[in-house]
Structures are given as C-alpha cells and as structure tokens.
C-alpha cells in the first residue's frame, strides 16, 4: 500500500473518531474536560506525526527514484 495513502487511512480515521468523541463530550461529559484536553493533544500529535512520516517517506521515494532515473547526480 502508498505510504501517502496509508497515512490519509489513518489520519481520516483518527479525525472522525475523535470528531464522534469531541461531539459526545460535548452534549454529555464521558470524561473529565482534562483528559479530554489530553485526548485532544493526543489525536493532533498523531495525525501531525502520521502524515509528516508519510510526506517524508514519499519525499525520500521520490528522491531515489530521480536518481535511478539519473535526473539527481
């Protein structure tokens, strides 16, 4: 599977279960507002990490690949 889309899979999943989340603590606080804050951080650190990692990997593909192709000395 593309790294890119690996890393949109799990970003768009990390984002909807936390939209379903933030939206329950909303209209009914399941946990107390500092773990939810917690969890916050938590899912933006996660999607940060995740699709930084992926535009890495593809930059480094993208990289090799040129210079397999012999546009990069």
Do not use: C, H
């Amino acid at each position: 599977m593309n790294a890119m889309k690996l890393a949109s899979v799990i970003t768009g999943v990390v984002l909807v279960l936390y939209a379903i989340f933030a939206l329950i603590q909303l209209w009914m606080t399941v946990v107390p507002w500092a773990t939810f804050v917690k969890i916050s951080i938590t899912a933006a650190v996660i999607v940060i990490v995740t699709l930084g990692l992926a535009m890495l990997y593809r930059e480094y593909i993208e990289e090799k690949s040129m210079k397999e192709d012999k546009y990069l000395d």
